[in-house]
């Protein structure tokens, strides 16, 4: 049926998502077990990836895609990959073989995968060489090309590896089907160009480049319209937005003019790299209501010889000119921070830095990793000798300190009204809710209440979850 198929299409006719989006509905309705085909989008790793697979999700519902968390019912799998440590390409190489099985019992099962880890070589090449069950791997660079990979693997009956291919272009107009439908992601650029020593996203995702302002504001309006609540900006470094543009635009204006867009919603961004963060950026958090009041603003290490090595360009005493400042200008302002333990050649007195850092910056919460060297990137070249058992100590005192931060922030916040947005129920019948600051708290309540902003009391603090009764 396949080689029939291609007979009948002239496929030098076609470059487009939408077209062959068409041909491969009549192609994946006929290869599916059931009335629908079913497809399986698994998403690794940050909100770049998650708002690439909505992006994989919208167009496989262009082609007639229904969608299951199942494998066993799926007709297509996809995993979108994340690089970012060695941990998170383990857990995507154990899950690929898992699905081995799978494919033995339903062979027309057509297993792709995409992301971060594809754009590396030496990962492809294992991935083709390990996995002869696998038909597509396909880079970051080629999302807008997904379903022409998947219409030649089928019809052609090949496996296909398209990588490697970053042509800087931002290709709009890729059908999305979101996951929420009051929480969403909105990006605003691509790639990064600053080279952290021990990052590998530079390399998997490209050079930066901005998207322009009027597409960005069409997507914020559109999002609003349809009710979204919640909309954070995305970007590796959002604050170098505009440098690839034209026409002079800054991070701190686009976050303003969205701000002035008519309607009940709130903005969130990320991610804010301390070297290029403004006072302009501050001052327009401070002057909008709908922005909200939590900046997430990587720091990495509280050593200036750390940062010197990371290639991070501030230091801690630039860093914490930003903080005081923002502290100063934005009431009860929310801070949280990336943080990397265990960088080759870090000692425990640079350690002790980083330690020192947070409880003078007083997080509302951190996202905590011991370094994983990344091949091709200059960190991990770079001498290494303290052992994984002696940073994970380090790695559990700090989770220690942040947890007496976070549980002291909590208690703060105990007989005060916040406004929330209710996200969803919990088993027990309590429904989960975010603070402006990004902070949870649970109420009780309906379900109708999903999807509102609710005025909520906090009554009891639980270290960094909070315990409520509305108003
Ligand atoms: N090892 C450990 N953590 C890393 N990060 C990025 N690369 C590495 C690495 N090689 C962390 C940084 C970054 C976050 C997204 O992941 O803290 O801000
Ligand atoms: Fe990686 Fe640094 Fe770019 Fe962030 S700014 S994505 S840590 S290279």
Same mark, same amino acid.
């Given at each position: 049926m396949d080689n029939q198929l291609n007979q009948n299409l002239?496929?030098?006719?076609l470059n487009g998502i939408h077209e062959y989006s068409e041909l491969l509905s009549d192609i994946l309705k006929f290869r599916a077990r059931g009335e629908v085909p079913m497809a399986l989008v698994r998403t690794y790793g940050c909100q770049q990836n998650v708002a690439d697979s909505e992006k994989l999700k919208g167009m496989l519902k262009e082609m007639g895609c229904d969608f299951t968390e199942d494998e066993n019912e799926a007709d297509i799998i996809i995993f979108n990959t994340c690089a970012i440590r060695e941990h998170a390409e383990d857990r995507v190489f154990g899950n690929v073989g898992a699905l081995k099985n799978i494919k033995r019992r339903h062979p027309s099962l057509i297993i792709a995968l995409c992301g971060c880890?594809?754009?590396?070589e030496h990962i492809a090449e294992r991935i083709y060489k390990s996995f002869s069950f696998v038909s597509l791997v396909f880079g970051t660079h080629e999302i807008h090309n997904f379903p022409k990979l998947l219409y030649s693997t089928i019809t052609e009956n090949h496996r296909i590896v398209a990588r490697g291919?970053?042509? *800087?272009?931002i290709h709009e107009n890729i059908p999305t089907l979101r996951d929420g439908t009051f929480k969403g992601w909105l990006s605003i650029m691509y790639g990064c160009?600053?080279?952290?020593?021990?990052?590998i996203v530079p390399y998997v995702r490209g050079r930066e480049r901005s998207r322009e302002p009027e597409v960005i504001m069409q997507e914020a309006r559109d999002m609003i319209a349809a009710g979204y609540k919640d909309i954070t900006l995305l970007g590796q470094n959002v604050n170098s937005y505009g440098k690839t543009l034209e026409s002079k635009k800054t991070f701190a204006s686009l976050l303003a003019d969205i701000a002035e867009l008519d309607g009940d919603f709130r903005l969130r961004f990320m991610t804010s790299h301390p070297k290029d963060l403004s006072n302009e950026l501050i001052d327009v958090i401070a002057s909008h209501d709908k922005i909200c009041n939590h900046i997430h603003l990587p720091?990495?290490? *509280?050593s200036d010889r750390i940062l010197k090595l990371m290639n991070r360009h501030y230091d801690r005493k630039r860093y914490m000119e930003i903080v005081n400042y923002a502290k100063e200008k934005i009431p009860n302002l929310s801070l949280t921070s990336d943080i990397i333990v265990?960088?080759?050649?870090?000692t425990y007195e640079d350690f002790q830095q980083t330690l020192s850092l947070i409880k003078e910056v007083e997080y509302t919460s951190l996202f905590t990793f011991i370094f994983s060297p990344r091949v091709g990137t200059p960190a991990a070249k770079m001498d290494d000798p303290i052992p994984y058992e002696e940073k994970s100590k380090w790695f559990s005192e700090l989770l220690k300190v942040q947890e007496e931060i976070a549980a002291k922030r909590c208690e703060s916040m105990v007989s005060k009204t916040y406004r929330v947005l209710v996200e969803s129920a919990k088993p027990n019948g309590e429904l989960t809710s975010r603070t402006e600051e990004n902070i949870i708290v649970e109420f009780e309540g309906s379900e109708d209440l999903i999807g509102t902003f609710q005025n909520v009391e906090v009554t009891k603090a639980r270290n960094w979850i909070l315990k409520g009764k509305l108003v």
């Open positions: 002239n496929t030098a006719d880890m594809m754009e590396q291919n970053d042509d *800087g272009i160009n600053n080279f952290c020593t021990y990052c720091f990495q290490s *509280g265990g960088f080759p050649g870090e």
